[in-house]
Nanobody, 127 residues
Framework: QVQTVESGGGLVQAGDSLILSCSIS????????VGWFRQYPGAEREFVASIRGSSGRTRYADFVKGRFTISRDNAKNMVYLQMNSLKLEDTAVYYC????????????????????WGQGTQVTVSS
């Protein structure tokens, strides 16, 4: 059974930092594509960042470039999202997803590329 479990969300002030963690079981993160997505109430889920395969190739949405960093701990089978300089508009539920099909590696920004999703963790940024 493949599972992803997010943790680390919370309430922070604008400008603060937060680290989200994604614990993966049932599949090796280093042989998969793992993505972070976020969702506002009433909106579609959107891509934030991804890390793929043994090379650890990363991809970021334009709106987080320079502020967020995705990383992976192969020994712990964990993926992290370091979020710096948080803005009010970063408030959302953040989801960790994993995929291991060809499309997962070729189209890491697409929701359809991922097969398993966590329950999400709420990040709230206040002024």
């Amino acid at each position: 059974q493949v599972q992803t479990v997010e943790s680390g969300g919370g309430l922070v002030q604008a400008g603060d930092s937060l680290i989200l963690s994604c614990s993966i079981s049932g599949r090796t993160a280093s042989s998969s594509a793992v993505g972070w997505f976020r969702q506002y109430p009433g909106a579609e889920r959107e891509f934030v960042a991804s890390i793929r395969g043994s090379s650890g190739r990363t991809r970021y949405a334009d709106f987080v470039k320079g502020r967020f960093t995705i990383s992976r701990d192969n020994a712990k089978n964990m993926v992290y999202l370091q979020m710096n300089s948080l803005k009010l508009e970063d408030t959302a539920v953040y989801y960790c997803a994993i995929g291991f099909r060809g499309d997962s590696f070729s189209y890491p920004t697409s929701l359809a590329s991922y097969d398993y999703w966590g329950q999400g963790t709420q990040v709230t940024v206040s002024s």
